[in-house]
């Protein structure tokens, strides 16, 4: 088996370890987005949540706990912003930012009153945390070259969210594009006049597309602290909700275009950590700050419309004010 | 008093008060909730920013940044633009200023170096800004997701220009060597005592006269001239702009660059100012605070110094929280700011319908 073939799988498979947070938010995001609510606040959701669910799972013992508890923390950010965005009409991307900062410094303010530690949660040991799951079969295909590898390492060994963030976006895809509220929810964004015409409450779509973000984000954060690290950690999230947001444009708010986004911003990710410090021959050493960058630059690239072009629900950022 | 007078009253004085008043108890409320008396911690933090010389003259210099960002991120606003990249501005802007404080001719005179200096923080801090302005205006990215990724490109960009290139060889710690003497913003406790006063040392320098100049610039520049017109009308109404014969596009790219550049001046006070070095992370939180420093002070150059004044003295009380309590960091301001953001932001109108309800009813008419 030939090295460069195992150091493949590896950074494939750690890859896709820290995909996981991205889909998650980036799906929160896509809900939010197509119902016309722009989500600058996705990093917010996802550090409050890693930390409430460290917490949670910290204190009670267990990992589902942490995450139903990451999961409520993170939809009562999203109704906030909800409430001030929807209800009302207040600026979208202002009470997104405030989201976040807010996340920032209360996770640094309850570390420190609830651990006394500021800026970590205890550590979790043992079945406080989610483990890894081995797939059955892992023996039998062992030893088949190649196959055996990439089954072992990249299919299996992963810890249930992983197999869910994976198993979910399908499941957005069915809700959104094959369901009536995926239609309704569409068109609240593209058009949320003729929603209200058509007798439907454009607000009421709008809190549901938001707490459907705010679950999602929930399990993107409790992933991060409860299964891939053992412990919240300051701004462990360290802009994954932006990066989670760039995937989604880069997706054009679709969620298979959205996952394969997740999928080469995390790659990105992975290929930085393994780059750092090794010299490739003919072009020497790669800066990892460029790679680092590659994401935002793409997005950037994007948006500007010089590869394709992504244009976002119409209605996205503007509140709906209804005529009387 | 007629209707219109009492609604300019509520949406002009009334609003505001209560959204700040509102996020004060929020914040007071976060205090109860961490076990810690809101009253005793408000004296502590007040004593602490202006109980005493030094602490005063710490809160006037975290001020001083509030004040750049905080002007940055309203000139924006004027225009109709969110500029959330005042992170990112700023700390290249930091690059702008280190490159001619590091490499100019040392023995030039300091009102050559210092102007000269000064001028690289409004370069770069421009600089940084007029891509996302320009990919706005003519090729209709938004500003606010733009001047995000801009936050990320500029942290890398500088770490690697940090690490590679500015490094002085042998140190482990990514920053730069020392300025040049000439480039150094005096201390304000240095010119007092130059004058026979003697004041406790603090960080406070003449970066504070810089920030009350550029102050009074903006309020100038906005409602007194031609282009500061012309800004305003393209952030209330796009189209009235254009059949008045102002170009929007136009106004977005210099409204940027002028918002970039004030940005940029964070550095003087940080690293002219201050440490006289070009490090990691100086401006860490002091362009999320802008946003917060421009809505408190409703985007009016006395509101921002109003404002940045009391972020100034949350920094530094904060600071104080952090040695005389147990149970809370300095974080809680950030706690505080995010809490602005929200009330005077985003939840803007909350108190709108009951105050007009009571105080400007629309009376029935027969």
Not at chain 2, 133 to 152: C, K
Not at chain 2, 242 to 268: F, Q, R
Request: hydrophobic content about 55%; proline content about 4%.
């Amino acid at each position: 088996m030939s090295d460069f073939f195992l150091t493949a799988v590896l950074t494939l498979d750690a890859s896709v370890r820290v995909c996981v947070p991205l889909i998650f938010a980036a799906m929160a995001g896509l809900f939010a987005e197509r119902s016309g609510v722009v989500d600058i606040g996705l990093e917010g959701k996802l550090l409050m949540s890693a930390f409430v669910a460290a917490s949670a799972a910290s204190v009670f013992g267990s990992p589902w706990l942490g995450l139903i508890a990451g999961m409520f923390a993170s939809s009562v950010l999203a109704m906030i912003h909800g409430f001030a965005s929807i209800t009302y009409k207040g600026n979208q991307i202002v009470s997104g930012v405030a989201i976040n900062i807010l996340a920032s410094g209360l996770t640094m303010i309850l570390t420190l009153a609830w651990f006394k530690r500021g800026g970590i949660t205890p550590t979790l040991q043992g079945d406080e945390r989610f483990l890894s799951i081995t797939l059955p079969g892992v023996d039998i295909i062992d030893h088949i070259p190649f196959l055996g590898v990439i089954y072992r390492e990249l299919i299996s060994g992963h810890n249930i969210l992983v197999y869910l963030a994976f198993a979910i976006v399908p499941v957005v895809w069915w809700v959104v594009f094959r369901t009536r509220f995926g239609l309704q929810l569409r068109a609240v964004g593209e058009n949320p006049k003729a929603v209200d015409t058509a007798g439907l409450s454009v607000e009421g779509l709008r809190y549901k597309a938001l707490l459907i973000g705010g679950i999602l984000c929930g399990i993107g954060g409790a992933y991060l602290s409860t299964a891939y690290n053992a412990q919240f950690t300051k701004e462990m999230t360290a802009g994954g909700g932006f990066i989670a947001l760039a995937a989604l444009i880069f997706g054009k708010w679709h969620p298979y275009r959205v996952l394969a986004a997740c999928f080469l911003f995390a790659f990105l990710q992975a290929l930085a950590i393994r780059l750092q410090g090794v010299i490739i021959p003919g072009i020497g050493e790669i800066p990892v700050q460029l790679i680092d960058a590659t994401p935002y630059i793409l997005t950037i690239i994007l948006l500007a419309g010089f590869i394709g072009k992504a244009v976002p629900p119409k209605a996205s950022a503007q509140p709906y004010i209804k005529e009387l | 008093m007629t209707r219109d007078r009492r609604l300019s009253w509520i949406n002009g004085l009334l609003l505001p008060l209560f959204n700040v008043l509102t996020a004060f108890i929020a914040t007071g409320i976060v205090f109860l909730f961490i076990g810690v008396d809101p009253i005793e911690a408000t004296k502590i933090l007040l004593y602490g920013a202006l109980g005493y010389d030094e602490g005063l003259g710490y809160t006037l210099y975290y001020a001083t940044n509030f004040v750049f960002t905080g002007l940055a991120v309203a000139v924006a606003f004027h225009a109709g633009l969110f500029n959330i990249g005042g992170e990112g501005q700023a700390y290249v802007g930091g690059l702008g200023i280190a490159l001619v404080a590091l490499y100019i001719n040392p023995a030039m005179s300091a009102w050559i170096v210092i102007p000269l200096a000064i001028s690289g923080g409004l370069l770069f801090g421009a600089l940084w800004a007029i891509i996302p302005a320009y990919l706005q205006a003519y090729r209709g990215s938004h500003i606010v997701i733009t001047t995000i990724m801009f936050n990320f490109l500029a942290s890398a960009l500088m770490v690697y220009v940090l690490v590679n290139i500015l490094r002085e060889v042998g140190e482990m710690s990514p920053e730069s060597g020392d300025f040049i003497k000439v480039s150094w913003l005096p201390f304000v406790h240095d010119i007092f005592a130059s004058f026979g006063y003697k004041i406790a040392r603090s960080p406070l320098n003449l970066s504070i006269l810089v920030a009350l100049f550029f102050s009074a610039a903006v309020w100038f520049f906005l409602w007194h001239t031609r282009w500061g017109f012309a800004i305003r009308a393209a952030g209330k109404s796009n189209e009235a702009a254009i059949y008045s014969g102002i170009n929007p596009k136009k106004i977005i790219v210099v409204t940027m660059c002028i918002s970039g550049a004030l940005a940029g001046l964070v550095g003087i006070n940080e690293l002219m100012g201050v440490q006289h070095r070009l490090f990691l992370n100086f401006n860490y939180g002091y362009g999320f605070g802008g946003i917060a420093v421009a809505l408190m002070g409703r985007n009016h150059p006395i509101g921002i110094l109003i404002a940045a004044f009391l972020f100034g003295i949350l920094y530094q009380g904060g600071a104080e929280l952090d040695f005389e309590l147990q149970n809370v960091s300095r974080d809680i301001v950030v706690v505080m700011q995010g809490l602005v953001i929200l009330f005077c932001g985003g939840l803007e109108y909350l108190y709108r319908p009951v105050l007009i309800r009571f105080l400007a009813p629309i009376k029935e008419s027969k």
